[in-house]
């Protein structure tokens, strides 16, 4: 997530306006001409004209993107089978191969897409090699020093040049024209982006609102003070206030974590200053008051026991379950969360969201962790024609019935803004997104990100990062006072930003 990308606050205006208003490549000409036409055109001139040249090689061409019919091309494409499931992916692919059946795919789904990556690219074989695999890749934050070691060595392919292609569904727009404001928020490492986004996604504080209207509990609380009272109000009655995967304590971070930061730093007065610290690695972070605070108020709620005992085992499947059914009244993860647990959401479940804001001004903004989501890279070793093909099929995604199955089969929010300014499409979300949507509208936010604009290669930042992410369920038990453990991991950072030095 590196050099020099705006990643402030990702534009939602065309969602909230629908609620509120309704509720390069050159051709390769390979035909040949029958003997029969050769020596008929023998006899009449020495050559073909200039014409039916360039009406021969049309004829082989697509005409959306001057690549070659009859060239067969095969993707292998790593796909990270999660909790968007695959029928919006297949459907993406079938529409494609309809449309350019010279192309095929041999697809790899799998929710360990990132080991099976991993061990592909440990091999070394650009033959065995996937054309296109998703951005999760092993290793810390998502796999983003193992993509950004990639881009290093040259591995992976540009993807810039999409942001001019033209929208299939149309081509009198770009796909950064027709983009609902991800551009500012997308992804870039070294100063260029490798995947371009797909879809979007917020995170937050999800409940189900038949269970807090049945206990008359505060669905909207917009100061700290609030929120605690809601917390202490849901403890007494003997249900889990907020539930997070304790083996995947990044999920806590979904809902009280970096953009709450920002958010502090605003409440502050000293939001330019942290964003510059924080997107370029400068110290103080850990040891910041943003932070501090932070993990200071997860903290307070450690000591409420607002979280589940025996956190650290549960899964993110098991800590959803503990809202599905019943046993604790907030999960903290995103809007996915619907399409993840649609086998087990049950009857009369209905969605809601809140965020937990972190000063007591009422007015004040909200932040929100919104991701420019998914994404999938390319392998810069394979043949020129089949990275030009990968890049057709990363442009196809967005297709306005492409992101109307992601909306509705994925449970994501699409990337075109016609899609969210059409109130008939925008219904066919699914019902967790509508609720993120709803919020939104009544309420002050603004979206932000966890990316940075520089990495740090120096292992004492990786090992500051899994200090403090291992510390976390310690801290959200209430056993552990925060401000030792961010000392420490503030003094490995340092050592890490001198080495970089």
Sequence with gaps: MKNKVKMW?????????????????????????????????????????????ASASESNVYPENGLPKDEKVTLKFGYWENGSGREWIDYAIETFTKKFPNVSFDTTYSPKIDTITGTKIAAKNDDDM????????????????????????????????????????????TLKEVQSGIYEGRTVLLNKMYAIPYGQSITGLFYN??????????????????????????????????????????????????????????????????NDDYRNFK?????????????????ELGKKKAFPDGVAALTHTQSQMQLLQGQAALASTGEWVQNEMKDSIPDGFKWGFMLAPMGDNPDGIKYYQSYA??????????????????????AWLWNL??????????????????????????DKLQDAPKAVLEYMKNNPVKGTSEARSVSLTDPNAEKARKLVEESVNDIASGKQDPQPKLKEAEDLLVKAIAAQK
Aim: hydrophobic share 40%.
């Design 9 to 53: 606050g990702l534009s939602l205006v065309c969602l909230l306006l629908v609620f509120m208003t309704a509720a390069c490549g050159s051709g390769n000409n390979n035909s040949q001409a029958s003997n029969s036409q050769e020596t008929a055109s023998a006899t009449t001139s020495s050559a073909a004209s200039p014409e039916a040249s």
């Design 130 to 173: 996937f054309d296109i695999f998703s951005i999760f890749l092993p290793g810390g934050g998502g796999g983003t020093a193992m993509a950004t070691s990639l881009v290093e060595a040259g591995k992976l392919e540009p993807q810039d040049d999409l942001w001019d292609h033209k929208a299939f569904d149309n081509e009198t727009k």
């Design 209 to 274: 609102k038949v269970l807090f209207e049945k206990n008359g509990w505060n669905q909207n609380p917009k100061t700290w003070s609030e929120f605690t009272a809601l917390i202490d109000t849901i403890k007494a009655s003997g249900i889990i206030p907020i539930t997070y995967p304790g083996k995947y304590p990044g999920y806590l971070d979904f809902s009280i974590g970096i953009p709450k930061m920002f958010e502090i730093a605003e409440i502050n007065g000293n939001l330019d200053k942290f």
């Design 283 to 299: 110290a103080p972070f850990y040891a910041s008051a943003e932070s501090l605070d932070v993990y200071n108020k997860i903290y």
């Design 373 to 394: 989501g998914g994404g999938h890279y390319i392998w810069a070793a394979k043949p020129e024609l089949n990275k030009k093909w990968a890049k057709e099929f990363l």
């Design 401 to 426: 019935d492409v992101q109307q199955r992601y909306a509705e089969k994925a449970g994501g929010l699409p990337v075109r803004k016609d899609f969210m300014e059409d109130a008939a499409l925008v």
